[in-house]
């Protein structure tokens, strides 16, 4: 079971949670009452902005066009990031965390509260 630690803009722990590989990330904030911004839990307003961070290997991951649209509009990504599908590694740049499944690996996960 992957352990999160939530943590502000300034790296100072807000929470550890243990969740389920699969539960979307959002919901794990919200049962946990991290202090994570969000608005519309559906994928569309670009505030539930996080950068996650993990020891380990990268792995590949494939965004939707949605949450790179999004990234993009709300100023996060450029149109080069925006334009690939798959990325490096869940870390490789802001992630909407409506739109991300907890993986098998222990995360860190930044919540800036701007
Ligand atoms: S809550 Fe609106 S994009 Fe995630």
């Given at each position: 079971?992957?352990?999160l630690h939530f943590?502000?803009g300034?790296?100072?722990?807000i929470?550890?949670?243990e ?8 919901d794990?904030?919200?049962l946990?009452?991290?202090p994570l ?11 539930c ?9 990268e792995r ?9 649209n ?5 100023g996060?990504i450029?149109?080069a990031?925006?334009a ?6 869940v ?13 098998e690996q ?9």
């Amino acid at each position: 079971m992957p352990t999160l630690h939530f943590v502000d803009g300034a790296g100072q722990l807000i929470a550890v949670v243990e969740a389920q590989p699969g539960d979307l990330l959002l919901d794990v904030a919200r049962l946990a009452d991290v202090p994570l911004h969000w608005r519309c839990g559906q994928g569309t307003c670009g505030t539930c902005k996080v950068a996650i961070r993990h020891a380990g290997p990268e792995r590949a991951v494939s965004l939707s066009r949605k949450e790179r649209n999004v990234l993009l509009r709300a100023g996060l990504i450029d149109a080069a990031q925006a334009a690939q599908e798959i990325w490096a590694d869940v870390s490789a740049g802001w992630r909407l965390a409506c739109h991300v499944p907890v993986a098998e690996q222990d995360w860190q996960v930044v919540c800036p509260q701007d």
